[in-house]
């Protein structure tokens, strides 16, 4: 079975703290994906990355940055984390050329920013 | 911009009836997706549908694609509690890369 795992379940930060959220898969995917789930909102992508070293912006980068060093592993930075940033993070992989039907998710983080 | 809209975002029904879920999204795409979340848990992939008139069936849930439209609906036959979890349409742009509805919430109660 694929297995996307998300290190922490559930997490509290301080405001302005700097805050890692961190993705690993064992599938070998070429493509990972950080999303943001609100209640009303949906799911609203924050980036994503293709291969090693390749990330782009998605619909809502404003006040992250991600890094990926290693295929398996993609991570969501909170650069000075704000209380608007608390949420439902989810992360995803994706074989390439697969679509949505290949989409992998992990069990999610709750980050609440105080 | 590829927009995805649910409807309702909420849905209350008793045991036993049937219901539809309405995904209607603004681009031309002929790749959509329907996955379940219960509560704290992950997603779940239900259906991939991938060309007009597609229909898909598992169980009590059908799911359905019209491009032309731009309209999939995930229709619910004889509700059960079990099927109580929140329901996402996605749509597939450029290949790689979903948009999500805005999930519909679904309580079914005995």
């Known amino acids: 079975d694929v297995k996307v795992t998300q290190s922490s379940r559930y997490l509290v930060k301080r405001t302005g703290e700097k805050v890692f959220l961190e993705c690993v898969q064992d599938m070998d995917h070429e493509n990972m994906f950080w999303y943001r789930q609100d209640p009303g909102l949906g799911l609203r992508l924050i980036y994503f990355s293709y291969d090693v070293k390749m990330k782009e912006k998605g619909d809502i980068p404003e006040g992250y940055s991600v890094s990926r060093e290693k295929k398996e592993r993609f991570s969501l930075i909170l650069e000075s984390a704000s209380t608007n940033q608390t949420s439902m993070y989810l992360c995803a992989s994706a074989m390439n050329g697969q679509g949505g039907y290949g989409y992998t998710f992990g069990s999610g983080t709750r980050l609440t920013v105080v | 911009e590829l927009k995805v809209e649910q409807n309702p975002l909420f849905l209350s029904m008793q045991e036993g009836k049937n219901y539809t879920i309405y995904c209607n999204y603004s681009?031309?795409?002929?790749?959509l997706y329907w996955y379940r979340q219960d509560p704290g848990k992950s997603l779940e992939s239900l259906f991939v549908?991938?060309?007009?008139?597609a229909v898909k069936q598992e169980g009590r849930l059908m799911a359905s694609l019209d491009t032309k439209a731009r309209l999939s609906t995930l229709h619910i036959t004889a509700a059960v509690h079990d099927l109580s979890a929140t329901y996402f349409c996605a749509v597939d742009l450029q290949g790689n890369k979903l948009v999500f509805g805005a999930g519909t919430i679904l309580r079914v109660k005995s």
């Open positions: 681009t031309t795409s002929d790749r």
């Open positions: 549908l991938l060309s007009n008139g």
